[in-house]
């Protein structure tokens, strides 16, 4: 398991779920949620995060359908990581499967007591909780970055 802080984002219409980790890789925990409906604003906001945090990397969720298949969210997702990775680079950005992230995190806030209306406000963060995890725990098991490598294309 590498060393380094990571950072996940969970890419919406409306908003933009962001987590990190310790440095060790133990723990990711929610960070804030960033307007995602001013596209360049929201990547200028997570650049601060990034230059604040001073992550090993960033993991982006990639939605998938259950049968692993993508579609035009799936499309947008990978142009806005791609344009992510050319703002923040050096700081590399992986993609990685975010399948039913969601709705887990909404499912474990529900279970915790938070209501509807508050569940929205912090959904997204939740759901990059849970991609960070995920990812943490995949390259834990594997020895390997999770996911794939978002090539910064100038």
């Excluded at 992230?101 to 959904?123: E, H, M, P, Y």
């Amino acid at each position: 398991m590498r060393r380094g802080r990571r950072i996940a984002v969970d890419v919406g219409d409306a908003r933009i779920g962001v987590a990190s980790c310790d440095p060790d890789g133990v723990l990711a925990t929610p960070v804030e949620t960033v307007p995602g409906r001013d596209v360049p604003a929201a990547h200028r906001r997570l650049a601060a995060i990034v230059e604040e945090y001073e992550p090993l990397e960033v993991v982006v969720g990639l939605p998938r359908s259950l049968s692993g298949g993508e579609g035009p969210a799936a499309a947008k997702v990978r142009a806005f990581a791609s344009t992510l990775a050319r703002t923040i680079a050096p700081v590399p950005v992986r993609l990685v499967d975010e399948r039913m992230s969601t709705v887990t995190a909404a499912q474990s806030l529900r279970a915790s007591g938070v209501g509807s209306r508050k569940g929205r406000s912090v959904v997204d963060q939740a759901a990059a909780v849970v991609i960070l995890q995920n990812a943490l725990e995949t390259e834990r098991s594997s020895g390997r970055p999770p996911g794939e490598d978002v090539e910064v294309v100038i």
